[in-house]
């Protein structure tokens, strides 16, 4: 009993020592790390498609258009494309002309930002840089933003989709094309008119040329921009033949630049199509006729007539679905020697 008594006493005694006792501060680091508070869950996720998603139609869509300029056949028929298309389809469209001009394409960008009609852009832009910042905007504006004809170097997350050609292929072909036309020729030397130089396809169609040149020992002796115009591709090879005539065939990145050297040919008193070959790409109306008159030798397709597959793209991610990052067009080659180029120039809508 007295054992009992006296063990109880001992354990109050080292109870009430612990508790005057202060707590000891731990040394050693805690086991588990302190739980992170819970993240916050957006109140909205971030919405795919316009407000009204998953019904769309195109009367739904108000477009604003973002156009490079109106530099050449190629560009009138895109325009054409995308305001008849626009017509047919019962879309509203706003095009805006940037007059070949970037710093008014940005403007313009900015201004279809602002404007709360516009519920997609369309961009065809003069030049691959420089677009990142007006495409965040967009997004965080809520904006559908199509690329066309012309890629750009931004994330693609900043876009829906691009469509547009291929521009490195067709200058592969043109290299291809180049080294038939030459296959018989001791010398090789080619003279490169370039589009604006920033572009996406002036940039793509030289370095695909390159990339084939060397199958057939081609040489480029001279290469300058000609910005797409018949009067500046004129006047550049005007200048070239001044200082030398020992050239073999012309690149042309477009169908302009090439009439322009052909003109330039003419007047120094060469055969173009005979004495000097002559190569350009797009096969515009232009290029067709030039072809008929033996005058140039070959025209590389590249199709500007995007906006049916543009809209239909806007509509789609208007309806929150997704799409691939690029939709490349079919395009062919076209040659002087072709027995039915008669026909196939007047089956030809642009
Ligand atoms: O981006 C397409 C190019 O732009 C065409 O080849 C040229 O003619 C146009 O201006």
Redesign the pocket.
């Known amino acids: 009993m007295f054992r009992a008594k006296f063990l109880a006493l001992i354990v109050i005694l080292s109870m009430i020592l612990a508790a005057c006792t202060p707590a000891a501060t731990p040394t050693a680091a805690p086991t588990e790390k302190p739980k992170a508070e819970p993240t916050a869950v957006p109140a909205e996720l971030p919405k795919k498609g316009l407000a009204c998603a998953p019904k769309c139609e195109y009367k739904d869509l108000v477009v604003g258009f973002l156009q490079?300029g109106s530099?050449?056949?190629?560009?009138a028929a895109n325009t054409a494309s995308f305001k008849e298309t626009a017509e047919q389809l019962g879309l509203t469209l706003k095009f805006y002309d940037s007059q070949n001009d970037l710093a008014k394409e940005v403007a313009g960008f900015q201004q279809f930002i602002q404007d709360p009609q516009v519920n997609v852009i369309v961009l065809?832009a003069l030049e691959t840089t420089g677009w990142e910042q007006v495409l965040k905007d967009a997004a965080a504006a809520g904006k559908i933003v199509v690329i066309q004809?012309?890629r750009i170097d931004a994330p693609d997350t900043l876009f829906e989709t691009y469509i547009?050609?291929d521009?490195v292929e067709e200058g592969r072909k043109s290299a291809d094309e180049i080294c038939a036309l030459l296959k018989n020729s001791a010398k090789k030397n080619v003279w490169e008119l370039v589009?604006n130089v920033g572009?996406?396809?002036a940039k793509d169609r030289g370095q695909g040329f390159r990339e084939k040149m060397a199958d057939c020992g081609i040489t480029i002796t001279n290469s300058q921009t000609a910005n797409?115009s018949i009067t500046e591709g004129k006047q550049v090879t005007e200048a070239w033949l001044k200082e030398s005539k020992d050239v073999q065939a012309i690149f042309a990145?477009?169908?302009?630049m090439g009439l322009g050297a052909i003109e330039a040919l003419k007047e120094a008193g060469l055969k173009p199509g005979v004495d000097v070959y002559v190569l350009s790409?797009?096969a515009t109306a232009g290029a067709f006729k030039a072809m008929l008159a033996g005058t140039l030798n070959v025209t590389v397709e590249?199709n500007?007539l995007l906006a049916p597959q543009v809209y239909e793209a806007a509509l789609k991610a208007a309806n929150g679905e997704t799409l691939p990052k690029w939709v490349a067009s079919q395009e062919g080659v076209f040659r002087a020697t072709d027995p039915n180029l008669k026909q196939i120039a007047d089956g030809r809508k642009y």
């Open positions: 490079t530099e050449g056949g190629w560009r065809s004809d012309r547009g050609a521009f589009g572009s996406s396809a797409w990145q477009n169908d302009e790409v797009d590249c500007p």
